[in-house]
């Protein structure tokens, strides 16, 4: 997990991801990548999640494909 502060005066914010080949025909995937606006880490989930924290979990979209929420 890596967490980053931006400063408050900030106008903009990158955030590059590399797959270090050396070789432009590779591909690469990120999965599980989460990207949240807050103060504190949240968990990782999706809509495929049981147990965990939540009652619940689900997909607001097609799943796998889509966002998710968890129900308290």
């Known amino acids: 997990m890596?967490?980053?502060a931006i400063p408050a005066d900030a106008t903009q914010a990158?955030?590059?991801l590399y797959n270090g080949s050396q070789s432009p025909s590779d591909v690469?995937?990120?999965d599980s990548l989460i990207m949240e606006e807050g103060t504190t880490d949240g968990s990782?989930?999706?809509g495929s999640t049981t147990g965990?924290?939540?009652s619940s979990?689900?997909?607001t979209?097609?799943?796998n494909a889509s966002t998710s929420i968890a129900y308290p």
């Open 28 to 30: 690469v995937w990120w």
């Open 61 to 63: 979209g097609t799943p």
């Open 44 to 46: 990782y989930f999706d």
């Open 2 to 4: 890596v967490t980053a």
């Open 14 to 16: 990158f955030i590059r």
């Open 57 to 59: 979990y689900a997909w």
């Open 52 to 54: 965990g924290a939540y």
